[in-house]
């Protein structure tokens, strides 16, 4: 407090209040002095007095100086200022309490409103953010949310839409850098020139792709660096024009990308040129593209989707394409056709890459908000404590002539200053918050590396504190009686509190108890979320298992082969030959890889061709293609449910097998026997697959996520040397799995070491536990979890202050009455069961009222929770009687001080 004085006094001194102060009162004391003079030499003996009544008394003649300046409010407003940190500072308990209980609420506020202007309420940052469109195509029977768009669908809707300026596609993955002699693996992003124009960027140096330069058979080696790439990894130094290492080829840095600049929240750090392949425009069942438009002006979203409906309806006979099962046939179909309509569908890109993120946010601002209220109902709670202890100070400053006005002022002045204090410190609370959470979570939101506590939000939050302390600080005033001030005075008590002020204080702690359990409550909910999805059966067996990914160059003799998807013979011999040295090493138990990393793998589809349908889908198309070495099975401890797994004679077998999951079986060929059966992706013409067993469902997605139809594929029987119509998402990236039996740290040098003997360019990337990758994919309900549960542990703590200080005040107030009543026979035991009894009776109050309200509330976190019920009975039984524990705690110190009184001192001191 006496740094805060210090501070305000030096204001005050630089803006000049005091210096005219000193000297307003050195002239008047000259005056004086001068009246002092001429009465002496008049010969009057009594020449001091009479000169102070001929030039008035100094403070009532300064302050009438101070009536006549420009700006009387400033100077009274520094008086109050400086009163009022007197006061706060004659009270270091209640001051230190009132600016905590604030700060606690403002920071918290301040944090997650960080989250939200960060996240939320940030445009996007490309040149009129709102006219940019993500486009993906689905089918009402696939059960899919969103899937990307083939190449033909892409170049179609180039031709055809008139509601964009441009359309532009891409994809993303990841690639290797050379630099400074050593390997890094970055996000990579490959596009065309139109999403570059659709974006609207501009290079920081250099320049973007061509039209030219994409879109084309074999796109030249181009790339254009991101700035933290290039700070990071090349110093800044001068590199457009020069070549670099990227995924094993030298290729051209044509410029640099302006700071910040990624890509749907993807961290991209290298863009490279996309091209297509003879065979991909005509390969229309290849969903491989993600799209981004840009409206004309003028044309909003609602217009933008009503042209695309009539895109639709007439799509097959623009492009003269009779709908059919084929890869040939598949076209976009309007809903009008049936339960299987294929479309392709527009969403605001900002909303695109929130998702259900939004949700989560609002339901933590939301808590927050709780949180504020109940620190706000703690503050008015002790303001009118204070004012009750007050009522004397009130009353003779009533006397001496100060209005109802001056009384406000005053108070109110100290609840700004306590509203100030708590906004600074809860701003400091924020920014540790802020940057402990994007440390501890770096990839549970969307856009969670632009959140910052900037000036804006700094600002907002010191307003938010202010109005609190403006607002709660009226409520000591609003019931004090500027006509009992002789009523007061005579009194030799401090204060006595009315029933309406009783009242006031009984229900703010009553609405701090129904706040506390509705923000209790929910935490409760997500914790078992967060406890079900730990329990989940993700369909494989991740102890003791551990990973890391691997992408191997491209030679340019392979280059084509690679694009297109069917792994090159020579690269798949490389991989096997590291897996056999994984397996060689101590302590590792089985080794494995696969295309997609379980929990990590984005839902998809793939169309395909099957044999014995028996499902209503008229184009199958399957959730997920996942090629994989020998031993996956064994290695992952994924059960075989029915017929087998791969074994070493497949690798060399003419006729190519795979293995199929248990949603994929039972949805195409239900009521047979699914091994024998055959199947093919779209486009593979010459080729089937043959169904030798079917395994357990394993959770690709996510924990939360649901099973979608699997084929496993051996990528060791499938490798070649010529090129198939066979295009799928290239599988030059691998994920290595091995079950050991040592841990991560003893085994990860010779893991880098095993690597190097194959490629010393090449760097491990993300070595991991799977444990690691399972608590990653539970990430955003897990922070949702620990937030409200540290927001519910304040709130439980704020509520039960609030229940001790209304019976500790009871107590106080009443000493007199239960001294009488100790000294007509009432026991201890009486007098502390029913101070206890007064404290519950506000709590159950709150209770139920807090009950009542969650159960409707929570109906807003159905969409957050897994495996539980927004009314579920455990949770409420169990934070009910938690609130109950802790608020009886809070009840029996004030209940025990109670019955420890001394009637005989209490009758004495009254």
Not at 462 to 488: D, M, Q
Not at 791 to 820: N, P
């Given at each position: 407090m006496r740094t805060i004085r210090e501070w305000i006094d030096r204001l005050l001194g630089t803006l000049g209040f005091r210096r005219r102060d000193f000297d307003l009162e050195s002239e008047l004391r000259a005056h004086l002095e001068l009246a002092a003079e001429d009465a002496r030499r008049r010969g009057d003996s009594d020449a001091v007095r009479r000169a102070r009544l001929h030039v008035g008394g100094l403070t009532q003649a300064m302050d009438a100086a101070r009536d006549q300046r420009g700006l009387p409010w400033l100077d009274d407003l520094a008086r109050d200022v400086r009163h009022g940190l007197r006061g706060l500072r004659r009270s270091p308990v209640f001051a230190s309490v009132a600016i905590l209980t604030l700060s606690l609420g403002i920071g918290a506020n301040t944090a997650i409103f960080s989250i939200v202007n960060g996240v939320l309420l940030r445009p996007l940052a490309y040149p009129s953010p709102a006219q940019l469109v993500y486009l993906d195509t689905g089918s009402r029977g696939d059960g899919l949310s969103s899937f990307p768009a083939s190449v033909a669908e892409y170049l179609e809707f180039q031709q055809f839409n008139r509601s964009f300026a441009e359309v532009g596609a891409f994809r993303t993955g990841e690639t290797n850098l050379a630099a400074a002699g050593r390997a890094v693996r970055v996000r990579s992003a490959i596009v065309d020139?139109?999403?570059?124009?659709?974006?609207?960027?501009?290079?920081a140096l250099g320049r973007l792709f061509t039209n030219d330069e994409t879109g084309v058979l074999t796109p030249p080696p181009l790339a254009l660096l991101s700035y933290e790439v290039w700070r990071s990894t090349f110093g800044e130094q001068p590199i457009v024009g020069r070549s670099i290492d990227v995924g094993g080829r030298r290729v051209q840095v044509v410029g640099i990308m302006p700071p910040g600049m990624d890509l749907m929240d993807t961290h991209t750090e290298i863009w490279l040129p996309l091209g297509f392949t003879a065979e991909e425009p005509r390969a229309r069942n290849n969903h491989t593209l993600s799209l981004i438009g840009r409206l004309r002006e003028g044309i909003t979203i609602d217009a933008a989707r009503s042209e695309l409906k009539a895109l639709t309806e007439t799509w097959a006979a623009r492009i003269s394409i009779t709908p059919g099962p084929d890869h040939?046939?598949?076209?976009?179909?309007?809903?009008?056709?049936?339960?299987?309509?294929?479309?392709?569908?527009?969403?605001?890109?900002?909303?695109?890459?929130?998702?259900?993120?939004?949700?989560?946010?609002?339901?933590?601002?939301?808590?927050?908000?709780?949180?504020?209220?109940?620190?706000?109902?703690?503050?008015a709670n002790l303001l009118l404590a204070r004012a009750e202890t007050r009522q004397h100070e009130f009353a003779v400053l009533t006397a001496l002539g100060?209005?109802?006005?001056?009384?406000?002022?005053?108070?109110?002045?100290?609840?700004?200053?306590?509203?100030?204090?708590?906004?600074?410190?809860?701003?400091?609370?924020?920014?540790?918050?802020?940057?402990?959470?994007?440390?501890?979570?770096?990839?549970?939101?969307?856009?969670?590396?632009?959140?910052?506590?900037?000036?804006?939000?700094?600002?907002?939050?010191?307003?938010?504190?202010?109005?609190?302390?403006?607002?709660?600080?009226?409520?000591?005033?609003?019931?004090?009686?500027?006509?009992?001030?002789?009523?007061?005075?005579?009194?030799?008590?401090?204060?006595?509190?009315?029933?309406?002020?009783?009242?006031?204080?009984?229900?703010?702690?009553?609405?701090?108890?129904?706040?506390?359990?509705?923000?209790?409550?929910?935490?409760?909910?997500?914790?078992?979320?967060?406890?079900?999805l730990k329990t989940v059966d993700a369909g494989f067996d991740r102890s003791r298992l551990m990973t890391f990914s691997i992408t191997l160059p491209v030679s340019e003799k392979n280059l084509r082969t690679a694009r297109i998807g069917v792994p090159d013979k020579e690269r798949t011999i490389t991989y096997q030959r590291l897996i056999d040295q994984l397996r060689g090493l101590p302590g590792v138990v089985a080794a494995t890889a696969m295309t997609g990393l379980p929990l990590e793998s984005p839902l998809t589809s793939y169309q395909s061709e099957i044999s014995n349908n028996t499902s209503e889908e008229?184009?199958?198309?399957?959730?997920?293609?996942?090629?994989?070495?020998?031993?996956?099975?064994?290695?992952?401890?994924?059960?075989?449910?029915?017929?087998?797994?791969?074994?070493?004679?497949?690798?060399?077998?003419?006729?190519?097998?795979?293995?199929?999951n248990e949603a994929l079986a039972n949805k195409y060929w239900k009521g047979l026997n699914p091994i024998g059966q055959r199947l093919r992706p779209g486009g593979l013409k010459d080729r089937w697959f043959t169904v030798i067993g079917v395994a357990k469902d394993v959770k690709q997605s996510g924990v939360d996520q649901r099973s979608g139809t699997e084929a496993y594929v051996l990528a060791n029987q499938i490798a070649t040397d010529t090129p198939t119509t066979w295009v799928a998402l290239s599988p030059t990236t691998l994920n290595v799995v091995m079950r050991t039996t040592l841990p991560l740290a003893t085994l990860a040098p010779a893991i880098t070491r095993a690597v190097r003997s194959i490629d010393t360019s090449v760097p491990v990337a993300r070595?991991?536990?799977?444990?690691?990758?399972?608590?990653?994919?539970?990430?955003?309900?897990?922070?949702?979890?620990?937030?409200?549960?540290?927001?519910?542990?304040?709130?439980?703590?704020?509520?039960?202050?609030?229940?001790?200080?209304?019976?500790?005040?009871?107590?106080?107030?009443?000493?007199?009455?239960?001294?009488?009543?100790?000294?007509?026979?009432a026991g201890r035991a009486r007098v502390l069961r029913e101070v206890v009894a007064e404290g519950f009776r506000l709590t159950a109050a709150g209770i139920v009222a807090g009950s009542a309200s969650a159960l409707f509330l929570n109906q807003l976190l159905a969409s957050l929770l897994f495996g539980v019920r927004p009314s579920d009975a455990a949770t409420f039984a169990t934070a009910i009687p938690g609130i109950a524990l802790v608020a009886l705690i809070a009840c029996l110190l004030p209940a025990w001080r109670a019955s420890r009184l001394d009637p005989n001192a209490v009758l004495r001191a009254e």
């Open positions: 020139a139109h999403l570059l124009r659709t974006l609207g960027v501009q290079p040939a046939g598949h076209v976009f179909l309007p809903a009008s056709t049936g339960r299987f309509a294929h479309s392709l569908r527009m969403t605001p890109l900002a909303d695109q890459i929130l998702g259900r993120a939004s949700q989560s946010i609002w339901v933590l601002q939301a808590a927050v908000g709780l949180l504020l209220l109940i620190a706000c109902a703690n503050l100060a209005g109802r006005g001056r009384l406000v002022r005053k108070v109110m002045t100290e609840s700004v200053i306590i509203a100030a204090g708590g906004g600074a410190l809860g701003v400091v609370f924020a920014r540790l918050a802020v940057a402990a959470l994007v440390r501890s979570f770096p990839s549970s939101l969307p856009r969670i590396s632009e959140v910052a506590v900037d000036p804006g939000v700094m600002t907002t939050s010191i307003l938010v504190a202010v109005v609190c302390g403006l607002l709660f600080g009226l409520a000591p005033v609003v019931r004090t009686r500027t006509n009992a001030t002789t009523e007061t005075l005579a009194s030799s008590r401090r204060g006595s509190a009315g029933t309406t002020r009783y009242r006031l204080r009984r229900a703010l702690v009553t609405l701090e108890t129904a706040l506390a359990v509705i923000v209790i409550i929910g935490a409760g909910l997500l914790l078992r979320t967060v406890h079900n008229p184009i199958p198309a399957f959730n997920f293609y996942q090629r994989v070495m020998s031993g996956y099975f064994d290695t992952m401890g994924i059960p075989i449910v029915q017929g087998r797994g791969f074994e070493p004679a497949d690798e060399a077998s003419d006729g190519w097998v795979t293995v199929v070595l991991r536990e799977m444990d690691e990758v399972f608590t990653e994919s539970i990430q955003r309900p897990r922070l949702l979890a620990h937030l409200l549960s540290a927001f519910s542990a304040l709130a439980l703590a704020l509520a039960a202050i609030g229940v001790y200080g209304v019976l500790a005040y009871m107590v106080a107030e009443r000493r007199r009455e239960i001294g009488v009543r100790m000294a007509l026979g």
